[in-house]
Nanobody, 123 residues
C-alpha cells in the first residue's frame, strides 16, 4: 500500500506562487505515474496535471498550462507542483495521485489518492 501526503498549500494573493509537495511512503512510487487534481465544494474533481514514471512526459489541463509545472524526484519518492500566476479560480483542495500511466490518470483511473491540501487565492 502507498500513502500520499500533500503539503505546501495556503493562502496567497492573485498573481502569487505556491509549491505543493506530495510525499509517498509505504513503497516506492518510481514505477507509477503521478498526477494532481483539484476540487471545490459541489464540483467534480478536476484533472490538473500528470507526469510519467521517468518525468519525460507531462500533461496539463488547459486552465493551468503555462502557469503550473509538474516535476518528480524518484530518489526521494516525491512529486511537486509549482503554481505560478495564481488566480482566484485556482482556489480548491489539491490532491496528488498515482496511477499506471499519465493516460490512465487523465481518465481518473487512480491507484492511490492523497488527503488533499487547501489552496486559497484571494483577489
Amino acid at each position: 500500500q502507498v500513502q500520499l501526503v500533500e503539503s505546501g498549500g495556503g493562502l496567497v494573493q492573485a498573481g502569487g506562487s505556491l509549491r505543493l509537495s506530495c510525499a509517498a511512503s509505504g513503497r516506492t512510487i518510481s514505477d507509477s505515474a503521478m498526477g494532481w487534481f483539484r476540487q471545490t465544494p459541489g464540483k467534480e474533481r478536476e484533472f490538473v496535471a500528470a507526469i510519467s514514471v521517468t518525468g519525460d512526459i507531462t500533461n496539463y489541463a488547459d486552465s493551468v498550462k503555462g502557469r503550473f509545472t509538474l516535476s518528480r524526484d524518484n530518489a526521494k519518492n516525491m512529486g511537486y507542483l509549482q503554481m505560478n500566476s495564481l488566480k482566484p479560480d485556482d482556489t480548491a483542495v489539491y490532491y496528488c495521485a498515482t496511477g499506471p500511466s499519465t493516460a490512465r490518470i487523465r481518465l481518473r483511473l487512480i491507484n492511490y489518492w492523497g488527503q488533499g491540501t487547501q489552496v486559497t487565492v484571494s483577489s
